[in-house]
């Protein structure tokens, strides 16, 4: 046996299910609506009885000895229509009916106000109404009623009810298909615009237009992930970008290197330098590609934010102390509570090759200030070491550039071109100002 499967479409399974709640509630009002109507018809025919009944008894005369004397009235064709007066149990009067019938009223002679169903020869109802004596029942009064009038009239309305239901059910589900789907319209059309957006790396975005509270929560849902498609397209094309432009010295030196081997016969001593500086060059690349990839992942799970600078330069002051003691420390000042709009990853990831680089070249103090400015946040890194030669000054963002080669300190010069490249990512900037004692950048950040 195959199981009903659920509609595809949102609007199917809604209007689906309006059909089906409004399906139980019709079928509670129609069961109700039934009940009421048949108890309801049920008391008219026992009102009618015992209004029959009170009529016929009194005519009813009850003679000192006990004897039953009817005072028959001038019109009484309607009274005695159906109605039975006994005598004790003997019948004084009866109408002309079935045998069945005439049984059943004859055994409810004598046995107080009760009432009974017949259903032959037709469906009815029979009502015994006592004759008393004193405290003593001398006789009693049946009267009947047919129902068939009343079941008639019950199986109509239940026929009715049923029909009205359906059409009830019939014009909810379309109503309920075409609301839903009116309802979904603007759904299905932010859909396709989202889609068409970040197919084509649009700048475009849905905003906060006037949209009822459930489509502006999805309006900015969306564009916070088109928001980050757009980031992720962004950086793969940036970390390309850098890896081809970062590889391509050492490459070219090896290649150069090689190219030079093998234009002619080269002596020991002249293959043994080529050879070092294949593997310098090789060595490079390995460090280029390290760094970016691991930046790379870095940025693959970064999402905006806030957080609290004093919070991260303070945690990367005393992460500098205990992975180095034997360089100056780390202090930190600035205004308590100033808050940047990035992440603490982010931001930790813009200061540590700041503050490394202070590191390598500080003599006695590294310092990290930082403050609240209209519209952002200033973070400055400084040292007391001999700074950034002003030949080189600004060029030492370049990928691969350092002050001096050789001076000592390991790196691939891409510290701080990364450092910048992320801040400028998250709308800020890394500037070199120009300092009478040692380095300080400056790293401006949004304001959170």
Known sequence: ?????????????LALLALATTAIWVAVLTLAFNMSLDARLRQQADDLLRTRAMAVAATVEVQPGGQIVVREPTDDGALDSGMWIYQ????????????????RADALAGRGKTFADVSEPQLSRLYALPVMAGRHQVGTVVASVALDAYRIT????????????LLLLGGVYL???????????PVGAMSAQASEWSEHG????????????????????????????????RHEQQLTAELSHELRTPLARITAETD??????????????????????????????????SEARTDADRVPGRCVVGEVAGALARRSVEEHPQAPPVAVVGAEGTTAGVSAVLLERILTPLVDNARRYAVHRITVEYSPRPGGVLVAVTDDGRGVPAAVGAAVFEAGRRADPDDGHDGAGLGLPLALRLARAAGGDITLVASDDGARFVVALPAG
């Open 154 to 165: 019950a199986q109509w309305a239940l026929t009715g009810s049923i029909g009205l239901g």
């Open 202 to 233: 649009t700048a475009h975005r849905f905003g906060a237009d006037d949209r009822p509270a459930e489509l502006e929560l999805l309006a900015g849902n969306l564009d916070g992930l088109l928001d980050r498609q757009a980031a992720v397209l």
């Open 88 to 103: 004790g149990t003997r019948a004084i009067e009866r109408p002309k009916a079935a045998s069945a019938f005439q049984a």
């Open 1 to 13: 046996m195959r199981r009903m499967r659920a509609p595809a479409t949102l609007r199917g399974r």
């Open 175 to 185: 109503v309920s298909r075409t609301v839903v789907g009116r309802a979904l319209r």
């Open 260 to 293: 030079w081997l093998t234009a002619r016969p080269r002596d020991r001593a002249e293959r043994r330098v080529s050879h070092e500086a294949i593997a310098a060059s090789a060595t490079q690349m390995q460090r280029i590609c390290e760094t970016l990839l």
